[in-house]
């Protein structure tokens, strides 16, 4: 499927008002707002390139080709921080920068084997934060490694925006080749799809398959 | 044969596999306390002192299709390493639903206690039951009575089919 800005938008206003129904009693970060800058990243990436996710995964998985009716059982079998396939090399996690070091890793070999192959590891302006996004950065780049981490700047760690937790509006210029660097407005909060407090009604049935 | 010796034997047995790859910092000059000193270099991937990063290489390198033997000069080191370990190499095949099997074979060294030189409490400790309660998979420690030629060869066996071990070794053994 070739998606657009159109059908983006339309499969997370789904996502969202299976929410709203009460079908949907697990943690979901629903994407927003950054529909054309993935697709022009996307332009760029083969179907035997490598992406790694973040928590924030749905615009992730459908532009790296999973169908959109096995993108939406996994969200509604409590999966949305867990879409993986590995036919199509993409692999997520929900911990903050934890695919940085395992992008490496991949990109070590796909050097090392003179493979084609690119890596591509989407981390948020929180993960950025993290140390173990700087280790990566800094490996990647000494050793040439066919990986590009993209920033995607929301200006927002959960909720905190980026001068509240460092004291600065600045960003941190990594002057890397390897890092690139995005702007957008999420048309979603962090988590949940943004209903006011109180108003959804989990169905029982859905709550008591998925109780641990 | 002494166990250093024992070790190092088992190392070259592992290198035999051309994917195998040793992962870690102070291989390339120290080898590992002397036991990868029988192993290619081309086989050994020197990393900076990062341990999480160290860890996040050896599980992207066994995604890519190779079989990484990640090495810990000291048990205490490893805890930097815990996020790459228990959130991502342990989780990983339960989380994808069986999508990848991430598979590392990791060494951590127990610092000396009975013998110089003396190292202190953060490079004695010995972690083993705190991740046999983190991991899913084999917690093994080497003692004195130990075959060591067989853990190594059931961890690599494991491997093969998508486990992960974790080696403990005694530096007082050594």
Known sequence: ??????????????????????????????????????????????????????????????????????????????????????????????????????????????????????????????????????????????????????????????????????????????????????????????????????????QPEIVARFAL | MSYKGEISAAMAKLSQDNGNRFIGYGLKHGFAGGTLNDVPQSQIIETPVAENLMAGIAIGQSLAGLLPVLYFERFDFVLNAADAIVNHLAAAEAISRGEFEPAVIIRAVVGNRRKPLFTGRTHTQDFSAAFCAMVDFPVVRLGEQTNIAEVFTAARTAQLRGESTLVVEYKDLL
Request: hydrophobic fraction near 40%; aromatic fraction near 12%.
């Open chain 1, 1 to 202: 499927m070739n998606h657009t800005t159109e059908t983006l938008i339309a499969f997370e206003h789904r996502i969202k008002s299976r929410f709203a129904a009460g079908e949907l009693p697990f943690l979901v970060h629903l994407s927003g707002g950054n529909e054309q800058q993935l697709l022009d990243i996307f332009s760029e990436i083969n179907d035997f390139d490598w992406v790694f996710s973040t928590h924030r995964s749905h615009y992730h998985a459908l532009l790296k080709g999973i169908p959109e009716a096995e993108v939406e059982a996994a969200i509604c079998s409590g999966n949305s921080m867990f879409i993986f396939d590995r036919a199509r090399n993409f692999y997520t996690s929900s911990i903050l920068a934890g695919v940085c070091a395992i992008a490496c890793g991949v990109a070590l070999e796909a050097k090392r084997s003179g493979s084609m192959s690119h890596v591509w590891c989407f981390v948020g302006d929180g993960a950025e934060d993290n140390g173990h996004f700087a280790e990566a950065v800094r490996y990647a780049t000494g050793h040439a490694l066919p990986v590009t981490f993209v920033i995607e700047d929301n200006n927002r760690q959960v909720d905190t925006d980026y001068a509240t937790r460092w004291g600065t509006h600045t960003r941190t210029d990594w002057r890397s080749p390897n890092v690139m660097r995005y702007h957008y407005q999420p048309t979603f909060p962090h988590g949940g799809a943004g209903l006011p407090p109180g108003s959804v009604t989990f």
